[in-house]
């Protein structure tokens, strides 16, 4: 609160954020809990594939493949969590050129949206092959000198929370669409103000 020439009191001005950092607005709760929840789901069967891979009768070329893949999908279900971070919402210090600035949302928001329907479709697609037996053996992208036995039943419970991966970023992608929402045109607003200041 602050003192006007006429003695009464009139409320503080909001402060004015800083060149290059427009005023986000703050992800919802259960979104930041929906985002962490989809790296979390697909540890489990990235730890089983690491491990799996380090065992006997794997060769050099299959442990590294199943290595990668698992890296590669934690690494990917991790990028959910920028939805809700300040790494998701502008460009670090370290970036010559973008420091600070804000990222392009849209294109953030259609990527993210559309790797969560690929993951749904994907997703499907196993859950009514298993029922419905569409296609017996998939594509091998490595060859195998042997054929190894089928996991046992209780690996599939490790692979269960990794299904959701698809839902859960389509639904902090829909947060991250709201609240980044006319960021440009802030940031726009925000620099013809500093203008019209320096003018005066």
Same mark, same amino acid.
């Given at each position: 609160m602050t003192t006007s020439p006429t003695g009464g009191r009139r409320p503080a001005r909001p402060p004015v954020p800083p060149p290059g950092r427009p005023p986000f607005r703050p992800p919802a709760r259960w979104a930041v809990w929906v985002a962490w929840a989809a790296p979390l789901g697909v540890l489990p069967s990235a730890v089983w594939r690491v491990v799996a891979g380090a065992g006997d009768g794997h060769t050099a070329t299959e442990s590294v493949y199943m290595l990668v893949l698992s890296c590669l999908t934690s690494g990917l279900a991790f990028l959910t969590v920028g939805l809700v971070q300040?790494?998701?919402?502008?460009?670090?210090?370290?970036?010559?050129g973008a420091a600070g600035r804000p990222v392009p949302a849209r294109v953030i928001v259609r990527i993210a949206r559309t790797g969560g329907v690929l993951l749904v479709l994907i997703t499907l697609y196993s859950v009514l092959n298993n029922i419905f037996g569409f296609v017996g053996e998939g594509p091998r992208l490595i060859e195998q000198e042997r054929e190894f036995e089928q996991p046992e039943a209780w690996?599939?419970? /490790?692979? /269960?929370?990794a299904?959701?991966?698809?839902?859960?970023?389509l639904a902090v992608a829909g947060d991250y669409a709201r609240r980044?929402?006319?960021?440009?045109?802030?940031?726009?607003?925000?620099?013809?103000v500093t203008v019209g200041r320096a003018r005066l």
């Open positions: 300040r790494w998701g919402e502008a460009f670090p210090r370290w970036i010559p690996v599939n419970y /490790l692979y /269960l929370p299904a959701a991966w698809g839902f859960l970023v980044m929402t006319g960021v440009a045109a802030g940031t726009a607003s925000g620099a013809t």
